[in-house]
């Protein structure tokens, strides 16, 4: 999703912000399979009980992935959005 928009595996800002989300991710891991693997199963269900609440998620994960995949595709090459005109406090969130 980082490289597809930008055409390249040589753009290094998404390989540092993957090293920053995924390397804490995987150490909170491996601590949890060391220290606590109930812990660990109890946080991997992800199993909603509620047929309304599975409703909502699927909803806002579509949402989610809708607005992110139209968003790379209007910032992923550079100076396409600068020539958008698109006002700035969508880039400061």
Partial sequence: MLFLPAGTLGYWEA???????FIPVAIVGVVLIIKDPELLERRMRTWEREAHQRKVIAASSLLLLAVFLIQASIAGTPGRASRLHL???PTSL
């Fill in 15 to 21: 390989w540092v912000y993957m090293g920053l989300l």
């Fill in 87 to 89: 006002c700035c406090w």
